[in-house]
């Protein structure tokens, strides 16, 4: 169990980063471009991976239910997006912003899919998270507001 808590934690750290850089290419390319080269450059590792691994196989692609071929394009659409995004907001705004967007489709999932009841527990920690960031982003204004305050009182 600690090796896929490690794998997780990992991984969160991995998505940072990819968001960053991605962020970055995207001021440079545009988003849309960023996401492309993104998934272009995956494509070409995994495929390699797969390779040498020698599990590289098209059997029971058929299989799979119609909806499932979805995650390719919203994988796509969420580095787009997150390519426009991360550098406008920053970096951790947009971190918690899209935690708590998975967090909510996590909730809806289960409830339509699994027929899970939505706690309140569940709602109160999304709203907190809200909060949170609403609170920052006051904190950031202020901030903002009070050194150009600063500066003006400093140049007049």
């Known amino acids: 169990m600690s090796g896929y808590i490690f794998l997780a934690v990992l991984n969160g750290l991995l998505i940072g980063l990819s968001r960053a850089l991605n962020g970055k290419l995207g001021l440079m390319i545009g988003p849309l471009r960023a996401s492309f080269w993104n998934h272009l450059v995956g494509f070409v590792f995994l495929a390699a991976v ?11 692609l058929s299989a799979a239910p119609a909806l499932a071929w979805l995650g390719g394009t919203f994988g796509a659409l969420f580095v787009a997006t997150n390519s426009l995004v991360l550098p406008r907001l920053g970096a951790i705004r947009t971190v918690v912003l899209v935690i708590c967007g998975q967090m909510v489709a996590g ?3 289960d409830y339509l899919a699994n027929d899970a009841a939505i706690e309140p527990l569940q709602l109160a920690g999304i709203a907190i998270i809200m ?8 904190s950031g204004t202020r901030k903002a507001s009070g050194t150009a305050g600063q500066s003006a009182a400093k140049t007049g």
């Open 131 to 138: 909060l949170g960031v609403f609170a920052a982003r006051l």
């Open 107 to 109: 909730l809806l999932i």
């Open 50 to 60: 797969l390779m040498i691994l020698g599990g590289w196989s098209v059997e029971n």
